[in-house]
Every structure is written in C-alpha cells, then in structure tokens.
C-alpha cells in the first residue's frame, strides 16, 4: 500500500472534486429559483440571477431644470446632480434617447446640431453648457449601475393577488386527511399478513406488490363515474377516498415488511400470555412500528402534496378548490409565463412545505425506501 | 362549511371509523358469534381466529379492490365504447389510436424514456453513492442530491425553466452559451428529437436521491473481506468498483431500475408543465390527459396501453417478491 499513497491522495482529490461537481450541479437549479423569487421583474430582465449580488446597469432619463441657468462668457451653464434621490454610480450618458450609453462619465459630449455640450460625472454631478439660451430643459440620458436589491414582492403578489394562498390550503386540506387515514387500515391489513395464518396469504402479498404498480390513470376514468354516480362528484370527499386508497398498496407493503421484521418471540409470549390479536396488534405491534408508520406518512403525505394528476380528475376546475400544483401548471404558467419573479415565487410557496418536511424528517424517509426495496 | 373544517371532520370520522370498526368487529367476533364458552370453547376460539384476518383486511381490501382492481376492469370495458359511452366499438378506440400519428409520437417517446431516465438515475445514484461513502463531507452531499425527491414534478419543471429559459439573461444554459460565444439564445425545449432529453434530465434530477440512497445502502452491505481480498491481489479502484461491488449488489440495481421504470411510465406532470406536450414531446400519460374530460373511450384506451406497457414490470416484481416469500 506505501508505493501507491502518491496515487491514493490524487484518486481522493479527484473523487472530492467529482462530488463538488455533482452537488453543484444538483443545487443550483434549486438555487436559481430561490433567488429569483426575491428580484424584481426589471432586474431578472436586465442580468442572470447568478449576477443577482451583482449591481444592475440599467438606462434612465433624467432632466436639467432651466432655473438656476447661469451665463458665462456668453455661454449658458446648467449645474446639477442627476441623483439627487441616491442611487449608484453613473457610468455613461447620452443625448439622445436611442443612445443612452453614448458618452463614458467624465468626459465631455456634444450636444445635436453644435447646441453645446454636456458633460455627466460618475457621481450624478452634469454640467451642460449651451452656446445660445436654451427655450427647453434638456434630457440626459444615462446608465447606472443600481445595487442589487432583494425584495418580497413578488411572494406579496403571489400569495395575495394570484391566489395561491387559497391553493395553499386547499393543498394542506387535501394533503392530511389523505395521509393520516390510510395509515391505521394499512396497519391492520399488514399486521393481518405479516402475523397471522391463513389461506390464500400469499397470493394477497404477491397481489398488493402486483398493485403497486398499477397505473393509476387506470382509475382515473371509471371511479370519477363512480364518483358521480353515488353523488360524490369531485371534491374533497372523493380526493380524499382517491388518495387514500391509491396509497394503501404502498402502505400495507411496507409496515407488512417492517412488521414481519420484528421479534417472533415477543409476539409469541404475548400470546402465551393469552393476548388476543387485537391487544397484541394494538398493545405491542403498534407502538413497535413507529418508525415505518412515520416513513409512510411521509411518503404519502409528498406524494399527495405534490400531486398533480389526482387534483386534476378528482377535484373540480375552480379557484376556490385549486390545489397549489394545478394552479401553478394550468394558471400561472399560462397568464403569467414571462413574469419570472412570480412563477419563481409560487413554485417555493408549494416546494417550501415538502423540503421543510423532507429535511426534518430525512432519517424516516431513507428508512422507508429501504425497507421498501431492499431486502 | 369551509373545506378544512370539513377536512378536520373527515380525519376524526375516518381515523374513530376505524378504531370503531376494527374494536366493534372484534368485539363482536369474541363474545357474539363464536365466544370463548359454552360446550366447546377450543372450537369456537379456532373458527374466530380463521375470521379475524378477513377482519382485518376487510377495510384495506375493500377500498384497494374498489380503487385499483375495478377500475382495471372497467377502464377496460369503457374503452370498448365511444365518447359518450353509448356505443360499442370493439376496438375502434384502440385502431383510431394506432392511426394516429401523435399516438405514435407519444409511445415512441415513452421507450425512449424508459431506456434513458432508469439508466441514467441509477448510473449517477450508483456514482454518487460510490463516491460519498468515504467522504467527510459525504452526508451533506447526498441530502443535497437526495432534496430534489422531495419536489414536486411540477415544481421541478418550473425549477429547470430557469435553466431552460429562451434568454441568456435567464436561462443558465443560454447563459453559459453566451459565455462561450453563442450569439443568439436557443431554446432547448423546441429541438425536435433532442428536447425529449431535455425533459428526461429533470426526471433523472429527481430520481438519483432514490437510487442513490438505495445503493449506498446496498453498497454498505457488502463483507468487507471481498474488497480486501482484490486490494490484496493488486485490484485497481475501478476494477474493485466494477469488478467486486457491482456484481454483488446487482439484485439491488435491478430492484431499483425496475422502480424507476414503472415510475417513467407514469409521470406526465414534467410533460404538461413543461412542453404541454408540444414540439414532439407527447408521452403517453400527457397524451391521455389531452382526452380526459373529452373523450372517455379514447382516454380509457390509452390507459389500457399504458397498463401493458406496465405489465411485464409487474409481472417481475411480482415473481421477485413471491422468491423473497418462500
């Protein structure tokens, strides 16, 4: 091992460089919404959000009032700052508005057709020097660099005006009822299939797998009709009945694996004991299973959080039952696609929510999928 | 009544209905229709415990039958029949489909998919769980890979619109175009053929956290004495990792392809959020929500296409969980 410490060192080099690249590449799109929901629309129009700490050069339009108009040898003087209400630094000017950029600050222009000349400092100080009286107030053109700002207008906007807010809680309101209910009748089924003896159990393990996969566009046409027949339509009641039973397969899988992991003999002395299944289920099996119980509720509570298709079908097409996906995809997308700020805005409204929860609970999570697809 | 109120209304009647239930059937079970008494107590305590499982199952079963199994059964009934239901076509639906050049588009596209996100997310989840697992730093480095998992597809599509963007002011790609001489921004999204894979990269964004987590579980797993023995032998790193680690974790890289893959077939969010489906972009799942609402027969249709394509997934992971009973 001494001969190849050399290449050993250079191989760690290259593999922490490799992950740097990786975890760059996997951050910054995530990192490009976050800060362009926080820059105003002139701002994201003028520079990339990686300049976003940058300042911004931009054009303005300024005038040098007539009072105060000085003669000087036969020359008319006007003095003054063009950024008398602050602001960054100047760093050109012109005299006309098709060249805003003309002249750097700090040198002299001429002015159309021998008028006289112009002179802008970096600083906002202008001198403009005519060589007849002037009848008009002359216009400066210039470009400043103004200091990036942060702003949260764009979530004001959004939350208020478009009515995300209201997406906001219908998304919670379709979302916890969805997660909490699944999770007691899969416990029961799964606890039946990982502990107790009878026919036909392994066929219905190999069918909740075969259930598993099940498209669920299948569903989407005969249960919106079944929906409608028992008078249950779209709405909450039936996103709610969909979601649950769409996340049962998935449910019963994984406490049953978790379950049939646990200890046979604590099990069985309870039923030595003269436990019934009930008390054992409810008593020791429960209480056991936390942590897979927590990983499903996870599970389903990102896969109903993030849900686009089921809200779609399930629940009706207006503003006051929109859930922040469908809002986002069918509203914003198309009324407001050129308004960056906003969209970015909206979509960390709905992302906020499922990454709070993804990096509070990550250790549930991982757990989960292991036991979902690792044995 | 405002939805959350009801909302509230629901998780309380749901969560004590089932408490109920399942406390009520038991009840009545033990002491009602088989009670541990009378002139042979052994007898009845066996038949209630041939009961209790169905007990137990009934609620699951009964929403899953209801909510999966049926509407296989139906989607496919209802694909038989035309728009408005009332007349039997056979297969017209599924002719009218093949006729159809978007159809085509659309499940081409869909292969396409399925060779690439699966491939592409389980190669970068297997790298990048390779190359963490020694790292100091590794734990941060796989949250922050793993985070995209926990955004929405929707959400995902706008994130990458700022990557995508038809404006090197925006769009990082156009961006870093421009920094290398482009003159005029593109936009990736409208390349025919190629914007496909445009769309893919988002989902392969997505899914490395999952494969990753999962083969740097599997990659733990493996006896050390394995490694050491090809170190001993003068086994380079890449030989170790491809030659030793690899082979033996390969029914973990199965398991976690074939999960992608079944979740590549459903996913249509990227699509609609993206393209709409536009440009040569159609994949089957957003080529049905185009007929949702519209035209049943046709949407059931393409439900059922999808379902086959699905099958021998199925069929798989079905026969790998029955190895795992036995």
């Given amino acids: ?375 | 009544m405002s939805p959350f109120l009801q909302g509230l209304i629901t998780i309380c009647l749901g969560v004590g209905g089932c408490v109920a239930y399942f406390w009520v059937s038991n009840l009545v079970l033990d002491r009602v229709i088989f009670p541990a008494r009378g002139r042979d107590p052994g007898r009845n305590i066996a038949r209630a415990n041939m009961v209790r499982p169905w007990l137990f199952l009934f609620p699951a079963l009964f929403s899953v039958t209801l909510y999966l199994v049926y509407p296989v059964v139906g989607s496919f009934i209802r694909s038989l029949y035309n728009r408005d239901g009332d007349v039997f076509l056979g297969f017209g639906n599924y002719r009218a489909l093949w006729g159809d050049d978007g159809f085509r588009t659309a499940l081409l596209n869909n292969f396409l998919w399925v060779l690439v996100v699966p491939a592409g997310a389980t190669f970068f989840g297997l790298i990048v769980a390779q190359l963490t697992d020694r790292l100091k730093w590794g734990a941060i480095a796989k949250s922050i890979i793993f985070m995209p998992m926990a955004i929405s597809f929707v959400g995902a599509s706008l994130i990458w619109k700022f990557v995508y963007a038809n404006n090197a002011q925006i769009g990082l790609l156009n961006a870093i175009r421009a920094f290398f001489g482009a003159t005029s921004p593109i936009d990736p999204l409208q390349i025919p053929f190629w914007n496909n894979f445009f769309l893919m990269v988002i989902l392969i964004w997505i899914q490395t956290g999952f494969a990753m987590v999962i083969l740097s579980a599997a990659l733990r797993g493996i006896p050390e004495e394995t490694v050491e023995a090809a170190v001993l032998d003068g086994a380079n790193p890449f030989q170790i990792f491809f030659r030793i680690m690899v082979p033996q974790i390969w029914p973990t890289i199965m398991v976690v392809w074939t999960t992608i893959t079944i979740l590549t077939l459903k996913i249509f969010d990227i699509v609609y959020a993206s393209t709409g489906g536009n440009f040569g972009t159609q994949i089957l799942p957003s080529y049905m929500m185009q007929y949702m609402f519209r035209d049943d027969g046709r949407a059931t249709a393409i439900a059922i296409v999808i379902m086959i394509v699905v099958l021998p997934v199925m069929i798989y992971n079905i026969r790998q969980a029955r190895k795992e009973l036995d």
Wanted: glycine share 10%.
């Fill in chain 1, 1 to 375: 091992m001494e001969g190849i410490a050399g290449r050993r060192s250079a191989l760690t080099w290259a593999v922490n460089i490799t992950v740097v690249a990786l975890v760059v590449i996997w951050l910054v799109p995530t990192l490009g919404l976050l800060v362009s929901s926080f820059r105003t629309p002139d701002q994201i129009a003028r520079s990339g959000w990686w300049d976003a700490a940058f300042p911004v050069a931009q054009s303005y339009r300024g005038q040098a009032p007539l009072d105060g108009m000085k003669e000087e040898g036969g020359k008319y003087v006007l003095t003054g700052n063009l950024l008398k209400n602050g602001g960054g630094a100047i760093s050109a000017f012109g005299v006309i508005g098709m060249k805003p950029a003309q002249f750097k600050a700090g040198t002299t222009g001429q002015m159309r057709g021998d008028q006289g000349t112009m002179k802008v400092m970096p600083n906002g100080d202008y001198t403009v020097t005519f060589n007849e009286k002037p009848d008009y107030a002359p216009r400066i053109y210039y470009q400043a660099k103004t200091p990036p700002k942060m702003t949260l207008q764009n979530y004001r906007e959004v939350l208020f005006a478009d009515g995300m807010q209201q997406a906001f809680f219908n998304t919670l309101t379709v979302t916890i009822p969805a997660t909490v209910i699944p999770i007691l009748v899969a416990a029961f089924a799964a606890y039946a299939l990982a502990w107790m003896q009878f026919p036909g159990r392994g066929l219905l393990i190999a069918g909740i797998v075969g259930l598993l996969v099940v498209p669920l566009q299948l569903a989407l046409v005969p249960l919106l009709r079944l929906h409608q027949d028992v008078g249950i339509g779209q709405s909450f009641l039936g996103i709610w009945l969909a979601h649950t039973a769409f996340g049962l397969p998935l449910a019963i899988y994984l406490l049953r694996n978790y379950m049939a992991g646990l200890p046979r003999d604590i099990i069985e002395s309870c039923k030595v004991d003269g436990a019934t299944d009930f008390q054992v289920f409810t008593k020791i099996v429960l209480p056991l299973s936390f942590p897979a119980l927590a990983s499903f509720a996870i599970f389903q509570f990102l896969w109903t959080w993030n849900d686009l298709l089921v809200a779609k079908v399930f629940l009706p097409a207006n503003t006051g039952t929109k859930v922040m996906t469908v809002k986002i995809a069918d509203d914003l997308l198309g009324s407001r696609g050129g308004d960056w700020g906003v969209l970015a805005a909206a979509a960390f409204v709905s992302i906020a929510v499922p990454l709070l929860v993804f990096f509070s609970a990550q250790r549930y999570l991982v757990r989960g999928l292991l036991a979902g697809s690792v044995k």
